[in-house]
Each structure stands twice: as structure tokens, then as C-alpha cells.
């Protein structure tokens, strides 16, 4: 009896999906529940499980867009044992494409990763590690391209493609790979295009719509860090031991914009339309702050959810875990939707000045920079010059809703609690 496997729901707005990578190859003895087949969505990289256990029949192939309910596999049932164990072989990892063969360095991650360390000596990420044991890999002659040197995903595909192209056997069972780029006609040679994935699609859709429907502007000042990087210093190994977690720059800025949007619950609310169609205003109670990370795949916002009742380490805690599991595409419809302020540090690729775009229905987002040390005026001694590291702030707002005023006074707050953080530990 072969029993189906379908694409299952994932929530109201995902409806289709592309077949990123099969887990488990043609005619592979599954167990039931075993992850089968990664599906990537416009929003999240789901795992589709195998619902018996049986042989496994492919009925897509890698790069085919499948729909919500569309059967994807079939498992002919009473044959888990028929074969023996040495048949019993994982499933290479899907061929990148042609224009993605070549190993490319990755951005440094942002600032949630500081502090990360694995118990042993190779430091690779958790889907990493799941599909260097599957390709019998050792990790530790493998050279990551992450922050401190992490192995990632594409560190592990890029190893296994180079030494299957000496002619090194992964596994004999072969898996389609994702269409080649198709060269374009009548270009030059060397041109060549590349379908985009459902999560950058996804991305640039939401990204044109915030700029044509809100009335976006940008404010700007610039943050002197001396007392945050002084306190970070005097206390990142106590904290680090007591609380099993780096203390990063973003839990500052984090607190800090919530403190901030205590005290202007507008900044915190959304612009929405009413049943008659008039424009209201949603006020929320909660602070759910959007954390921008960036992704293999594309921009991700996973969401530190009531942050207005954590402690440091717990901000610090959460937005490793959430960095992480974005980065590996373990993250849940629910942990990127509904956020009602966001944070974007690219100041961790360099950037010095930039204008972020809202983040849509929310109000506004904060962007940060690179600190840079800059000839200011000393703070405690007027007219007198000195090198402080500083930081340019940016806060993009929809003016429909937010006044010029309410949104300085708002950046002006986060600066002045970065700048006297002693205050912000103290909620003064």
C-alpha cells in the first residue's frame, strides 16, 4: 500500500513552495516521521516528514514550485526491512547552481552571534552538522566562511561537490539537481539568469510596498558609545559566566528602543484600516521587537516577542537563538510575524550611513551603523575636542502617522540611554 506525502499547510499566506533539497533519496528505506525533503516558502524553509515508513518514490524534483496539498512522494509501506542495512544509504545533498559553484565568502552575522562557541573545536551550524553526518564529512577539514571562522551549510554542499568532482563517491544514489542557470538569448557569452527564490521574491514585494504606501521619511543623529563599550568591557566575562552568553552591543539597542517606545506607545502602534474603510490606529500593550538578520536565502526578522519583561541576558539569549535557527532556516511562520518595531544593525558589514525601509504595517525601525572614532566636542569639557567612537543612528517612520517631533524626540531617547546606560540597566 503506498501511502502519499503532501505539502501540509503552513499558514493562510504560504501557499506554495519550492522543492529546495531531497533529505532522502529515490527508492531510500524511511522511518516514519523522518525528515524527507526541505520545501523553501517565501517566509520560512519547512521540513516535510515522511508520515510512514516504507521505500520512498519521488514524485517532484528539486526547483519544482508545489502547491499546499500537492503530493510530493509516495511510501510503499512493508518493505522497511526488505533491505539490508548496507542499502540503507543517505541522500547526497542537491547541486547548487552553476552560479552558485563557486565558493563565495559570506557577510560576517550580525551582532547575536557574539559570544557563540560550540563545545568542541569545529564550530558549524546545526543543519551543517546534520548534513555533514549524513555525507559521512569530517567537519574539521572543511573551512568555514561564517563569523570566527563557523562552518555553515554552504561550506559542507561546497565540500561535498568539490571532492565528488575528483571523483570522490558521496553516495551512489544520484538527486536532481536545481535547473542550471539558463543562458540568456542573444546577451553575451557569460550572461546567464537565475530563477529567484520565493524568499527574495518575497522580500522585494514587501519592500516596494512600504515605500508606496507609507509616507516614509527618515530622521538621523549619532550616539557616542564610549560608556556602552566601556561597561560591556568591564563586565562581558562576568556576565558571559554567569549567564552562558555574550554581551553583544544589539541588547543595548534593543532595550534602549524599548524604554523608548514605553514612553511613546504611537512609535509601537500600527496604521490600519478600519470595516468602514476609515484609517485607524492599533495601540498594542506588548513590545514585540523585529531583529533583521541576514540569511543565505535573503533579509529575515525573526521577533523577540514581550521584550518589555526581559532581562539583558535574556534578550541576548533570545536573539542568538533566533539569529541561528534564521540563518539555518529552522524558524516557524510564527517567530517572523507580527512584530510592531524592528532593529537593523549594518553597521556589522561596515555601513556607515543608510536609510532603512519600513518594515510594513509597523510604524518604524531603527537602524544602526559602524562605530567609527570621529573628532567631536568632548561632552564634559565644552569647546574641547576629542576622539570618541561614535555611531550614526537612522529611524525611518511612516509620517501618516508619526510627527516630525514625536519621532526626534523618540530617536533622541534611544541616544541618550545608550549614551548614559546606567540609566537604561536602572529603567530611569
Not at 521540513?47 to 508545489?66: C, N, Q, Y
Not at 519600513?358 to 572614532?373: D, S, Y
Request: charged share 20%; net charge neutral; aromatic share 4%.
Amino acid at each position: 500500500m503506498a501511502v502519499d506525502i503532501t505539502i501540509p499547510e503552513m499558514g493562510e499566506s504560504v501557499r506554495t513552495g519550492v522543492v529546495a533539497r531531497w533529505v532522502a533519496a529515490e527508492g531510500d528505506i524511511v522511518k516514519r516521521d523522518q525528515i524527507v525533503m526541505e520545501l523553501e516558502t517565501d517566509k520560512i524553509t519547512a521540513e516535510i516528514s515522511a508520515p510512514a515508513a516504507g521505500r520512498l518514490k519521488h514524485m517532484v524534483k528539486v526547483g519544482d514550485t508545489v502547491p499546499v496539498g500537492a503530493v510530493v512522494a509516495k511510501i510503499e509501506e512493508g518493505v522497511e526491512s526488505a533491505a539490508p542495512a548496507s542499502d540503507l544509504k543517505p541522500a547526497p545533498v542537491a547541486a547548487a547552481p552553476i552560479a552558485k559553484a563557486a565558493t563565495v565568502p559570506q557577510p560576517a552575522a550580525p551582532q547575536a552571534s557574539n559570544g557563540q562557541h560550540a563545545e568542541s573545536g569545529v564550530r558549524a551550524t546545526p543543519l551543517a552538522e546534520k548534513i555533514a553526518k549524513e555525507q559521512g564529512i569530517d567537519l574539521s577539514k572543511i573551512q568555514g566562511t561564517g563569523p570566527g571562522g563557523k562552518i555553515r551549510e554552504q561550506d559542507v554542499t561546497g565540500f561535498a561537490q568539490s571532492r565528488a568532482a575528483v571523483g570522490t563517491a558521496i553516495a551512489p544514489t544520484p538527486v536532481s539537481p536545481r535547473p542550471a542557470a539558463a543562458p540568456v538569448a542573444g546577451a553575451r557569452p557569460g550572461t546567464r539568469r537565475e530563477r529567484v527564490t520565493p524568499l527574495r521574491n518575497r522580500i522585494a514585494q514587501r519592500l516596494v510596498e512600504a515605500q508606496h504606501t507609507a509616507a516614509m521619511l527618515t530622521t538621523y543623529n549619532e550616539v557616542d558609545m564610549t560608556n556602552v563599550m566601556a561597561l560591556r568591557t568591564r563586565y562581558k566575562e562576568e556576565f558571559e559566566k554567569k549567564h552562558g552568553i555574550g554581551l553583544g552591543f544589539m541588547s543595548f539597542f534593543v532595550k534602549a528602543a524599548c524604554q523608548a517606545l514605553r514612553g511613546s506607545p504611537i512609535v509601537n502602534a500600527y496604521l490600519v484600516q478600519g470595516q468602514d474603510g476609515a484609517m485607524e490606529v492599533e495601540y498594542h500593550d506588548h513590545i514585540d521587537i523585529s531583529v533583521a538578520v541576514s540569511t543565505p536565502k535573503g533579509l529575515t526578522v525573526p521577533i523577540l516577542r514581550n521584550v518589555q519583561n526581559m532581562s539583558f541576558a535574556q534578550v541576548e539569549s533570545a536573539i542568538k537563538d533566533v539569529a541561528t535557527r534564521a540563518r539555518d532556516g529552522k524558524l516557524t511562520l510564527d517567530e517572523i510575524q507580527g512584530g510592531t518595531f524592528t532593529v537593523t544593525n549594518g553597521g556589522v558589514f561596515g555601513s556607515m550611513w543608510s536609510t532603512p525601509i519600513l518594515n510594513a504595517p509597523q510604524t518604524a525601525i531603527l537602524g544602526m551603523h559602524a562605530v567609527k572614532n570621529r573628532a567631536v566636542e568632548h561632552p564634559e569639557k565644552p569647546g574641547e575636542l576629542a576622539l570618541r567612537p561614535m555611531m550614526y543612528l537612522a529611524m525611518s517612520y511612516d509620517h501618516r502617522l508619526l510627527d516630525g517631533q514625536e519621532s526626534v524626540k523618540f530617536l533622541v531617547n534611544i541616544k541618550n540611554a545608550i549614551e548614559r546606560p546606567e540609566r537604561l540597566m536602572l529603567e530611569l
